[in-house]
């Protein structure tokens, strides 16, 4: 029991400083759309999504992610990904200048828990080259992801949680100290979705979306996504 209550009161401690800084809130609206094939059953894959967002509650578009992959199934669970991501960000000041483009790799485990519950872990790594910006980001990100088909239906239920986390810090330049070394955000999503097809389903809801900020203040931004999946 003493134990337990130390460690609750450490636990305690260390989050109050987080609770009381200053943080902001926004709310926007993500699509993406996603298309993957497996060239009619063989080990090699392509994936490509194209998701445009907003923020300032939904009343400013604030960038588009274009991003192209190639994969190959090591396995019946486990696949390996490479590819590259362009995050186009958006302002009345430039359309598209600041684009930072993202050498990335991927590591992704499939698997059918039980015929209603399907599991997806994903690794991925990222080198992030931003513009204007002589310094390299490396980040890592960690996604859980799981979809409950519901019986006697085409429905399902998912929900997933990603971390990013940043290797090393940026102190000079453009980016001096907004990129820095540890936690940098973490997506939180439930929806529900539809198989409207076998090659075609669509899901919504609610996503989460905390950026831990080093220069600023922390953002909190509550986000409606929508998934438009297409897989041939």
Known sequence: MRKTTSLSTVLLLTAT????????DDAGVW????YQTDFGGS??????????RTKKDNNEFAQIIVRPLLGYKLSR????????????????ENAFEMATNDIMQQLQWIDNWTPELNFQYRFRLEQRLFAHENATGHRMRHRVRLVYSLADSKAYLIASDEL??????????????SV?????QNRS?????????PQL?????????????YATPDLTNHIWMTNINVNF
Request: proline fraction near 5%.
């Open 17 to 24: 400083p987080t609770l009381a800084a200053p943080v902001n």
């Open 31 to 34: 699509i993406s759309s996603t």
């Open 43 to 52: 080990p090699y894959l392509a994936f490509l999504e194209l998701a445009p």
């Open 77 to 92: 669970n486990l696949q390996l990904w490479a590819g590259y991501t362009w995050q186009g960000e958006h302002s009345e």
């Open 164 to 177: 990013f986390v940043y290797f090393n810090s940026i102190d000079e330049g453009r980016l001096a100290h």
């Open 180 to 184: 820095q070394s540890g936690v940098n």
């Open 189 to 197: 999503y439930v929806g529900i979705g539809y198989k409207l097809t």
């Open 201 to 213: 389903n669509i899901d919504t809801g609610y996503q989460l979306q905390y950026v831990h900020n």
